[in-house]
Every structure is written in structure tokens, then in C-alpha cells.
């Protein structure tokens, strides 16, 4: 079993920045890649950004050169360094984790963007 343990949302004013954190623990041997998506109140769940186990990188178009995706294999972590957060960002922002032997989800975080 796979577990994944999200840290970092919280309220943050226009303009500003806040980092998430998702650690995977359990049995990995290998994974394809892990991401970011989110979901908006009354939205579908959307992709933010993913990286694979190659160290390619894809963003979602709306958050381009705003937010930025990094890893640090040895500890099965994955960040997300968000910049330049508007109210359009607001959502509950959910770890994901793409295994050979399946899909795993983090508890969601909340980050919210507003004055």
C-alpha cells in the first residue's frame, strides 16, 4: 500500500506564493510519475503539473511560468512552488502518484487565494 501525505496550502493574498509537499511512502519500486492536479468548487479535477521518473515536466497552460514542479527521488517527494497565485488558483490541490501497479491519491489540500 501506497500512502501519500500532503503539507503546505493554507490562504494566501493575490500576488503572493506558497510551496506544497507530497511524500509517498510505502512499498515503491518504481514510479511513473507523480503530479499535481486540482479541484475548484463545482469543477471537474484538472491537472496542474506532473513530472516523470526521466525528469520530464507538464504544466497545465494556466499555470505556465507561474508555478514550477521539482522532485527529490530519494525521498519519493514532490513539490509544487506555486507564485503569482490569483483567485483563479483557489481550489483543493491533490497529490497523485502513477505506479506500475496502480494510481494513488493524496487527502487533498486546500489553498486559497484571496484578499
Known amino acids: 500500500q501506497v500512502q501519500l501525505v500532503e503539507s503546505g496550502g493554507g490562504l494566501v493574498q493575490p500576488g503572493g506564493s506558497l510551496r506544497l509537499s507530497c511524500a509517498a511512502s510505502?512499498?515503491?519500486?518504481?514510479?511513473?510519475?507523480m503530479g499535481w492536479y486540482r479541484q475548484a468548487p463545482g469543477k471537474q479535477r484538472e491537472l496542474v503539473a506532473i513530472?516523470?521518473?526521466?525528469?520530464?515536466?507538464e504544466y497545465a497552460d494556466s499555470v505556465k511560468g507561474r508555478f514550477t514542479i521539482s522532485r527529490d527521488n530519494a525521498k519519493n517527494t514532490v513539490y509544487l512552488q506555486m507564485n503569482s497565485l490569483n483567485s483563479e488558483d483557489t481550489a483543493v490541490y491533490y497529490c497523485?502518484?502513477?505506479?506500475?501497479?496502480?494510481?494513488?491519491w493524496g487527502q487533498g489540500t486546500q489553498v486559497t487565494v484571496s484578499s
Open positions: 497523485n502518484a502513477n505506479l506500475p501497479e496502480g494510481v494513488y
Open positions: 513530472i516523470t521518473s526521466g525528469g520530464g515536466i
Open positions: 510505502g512499498r515503491i519500486f518504481s514510479m511513473n510519475f
